[in-house]
């Protein structure tokens, strides 16, 4: 079996010693792993693209692995939502999952399980986060405070849009003459224009 063990410290005054020791005993029990170290030092957990943790993944898609071993979900995982993606994309491409810490081996029932109930937790918590955002939107409306993103010009900078474009000036050049980005010039030309 062709196994990833993953490791990961924020800084490089620390070490993986810990983790590699842990992941090493896990290993030592099965003589038929082939493992394979991936190991991201120095680089912290809430960063979306690590090396090592993406040269694991590009190893699993191209099906080099079967197992990915970790000490513990948060060496892997910058949140809740980024390992179920992530365990979603393992049972995908069929690589079984373990976490030391937490006991979770997704090759045995109670690892799928375990999978099962992490996902149906972040579900629930997502759906109540929803709930409270749409709450708050719709108390806030009630209040009359405005939802959204402010407007980035002002109503004389769009009656000055209006009269410029009306003189044959171009998108371009009218946002380079008011200082603002053409998106915005097309977007106050569009509520402009007359229907």
């Known amino acids: 079996m062709r196994v990833a063990a993953y490791v990961r410290c924020s800084t ?72 179920l993606r992530m365990l979603d994309e393992f049972r995908e491409l069929c690589v079984d999952f373990v976490s030391i810490s937490e006991s979770i081996d997704t090759a045995t029932a109670t690892g799928k399980l375990m999978f099962t109930i992490i996902g149906a937790m972040a579900e629930f918590e997502r759906s109540l986060i929803v709930e409270r955002v749409r709450a708050g939107q719709k108390a806030a409306k009630a209040r009359g405070k405005h939802i959204g993103r402010k407007a980035s010009y002002s109503s004389a900078q769009a009656a000055q849009i209006a009269t410029l474009r009306e003189g044959g000036a171009s998108v371009r050049v009218i ?5 603002l980005g053409r998106q915005t010039v097309q977007r106050v030309i569009g509520v402009a224009r007359p229907s």
């Not at 993406?54 to 949140?79: E, P, T, Y």
């Not at 946002?175 to 200082?179: E, F, I, P, Y």
Request: glycine share 6%; net charge positive; hydrophobic share 40%.
């Open 12 to 83: 490089t005054e620390q070490n993986v010693n810990l983790q590699r020791d842990a992941v090493t005993a896990l290993c030592s029990r099965h003589p038929d792993w082939t493992v394979t170290e991936y190991a991201d030092i120095g680089v912290s957990g809430t960063k979306d693209s690590r090396p090592a943790l993406n040269r694991l993944m590009a190893d699993c898609r191209r099906g080099k692995i079967d197992k990915v071993v970790v000490w513990r979900f948060d060496r892997a995982a910058r949140s809740v939502t980024h390992l």
């Open 175 to 179: 946002a380079a003459q008011m200082g």
